[in-house]
């Protein structure tokens, strides 16, 4: 018996289980980011030459990953996801 067989012999046998709990937590859209809900906020489609007139340099800009490249842009209050050149989605920042 080589040293992995014997190790899982002896955790069957002492009775080692390990399990694992998940628990989901549910926040209405419309507390997640209170006071900011009616903020003015890049619309998807909008091109980045387009948001970054309209809004302003982003304090960070995250380098595309994956394929279709997909980057994100960090403003004060939000983050900004795109897909190449265009707007995928908008999220509010949670804000305490």
Known sequence: MNKLQEL???SLLTG???CAFAQTLSIPVGRQAPGLQGIET???GM???AVESRFGDPLLKANPVGDPPISNWEYADY???FE???V???VLKHKQ
């Open 79 to 81: 983050y900004v996801y």
């Open 88 to 90: 995928l989605h908008t």
């Open 84 to 86: 190449s050149d265009r």
């Open 8 to 10: 899982m012999v002896a």
């Open 42 to 44: 890049p619309e998807r």
């Open 47 to 49: 091109t980045q030459a």
């Open 16 to 18: 080692s289980v390990t």
